[in-house]
């Protein structure tokens, strides 16, 4: 089993930066990639941004290409999502999740409680 705790949700302007940690806790070894989703009210989860655990390669969803940033820290167990010039479309519940293999559509072996990100025009 795997643990994920989110943090570092909040308000902010559009056009400003903020920055999500996801902390994991249990059998990293068994983890191939992390990622975040988000879900909007009224819409289905969609993927965000992936990274390969071991290899550190990422994937980002066009809507956040050039905007968001994926990083990890091995050491730490962490999983960080750096976004910045946001817009208020970006507005949604951020989800950490960890999968033991790449993930397939919104679906995901391990799931965060989520972090809400709320963007004000």
């Known amino acids: 089993q795997v643990q994920l705790v989110e943090s570092g949700g909040g308000l902010v302007q559009a056009g400003g930066s903020r920055r999500l940690s996801c902390a994991a806790s249990g059998r990293m070894s068994s983890i191939y990639a992390m990622g975040w989703f988000r879900q909007a009210r009224g819409k289905e989860r969609e993927f965000v941004a992936g990274i390969r655990w071991s290899g550190g390669s990422t994937t980002y969803a066009d809507s956040v290409k050039g905007r968001f940033t994926i990083s990890r820290d091995n050491a730490k167990n962490t999983v960080y999502l750096q976004m910045n010039s946001l817009k208020p479309e970006d507005t949604a519940a951020y989800y950490c999740?960890?999968?033991?293999?790449?993930?397939?559509?919104?679906?995901?072996?391990?799931w965060g409680q989520g972090t809400q990100v709320t963007v004000s025009a």
């Open positions: 999740a960890a999968d033991r293999s790449w993930f397939n559509g919104a679906k995901s072996d391990y």
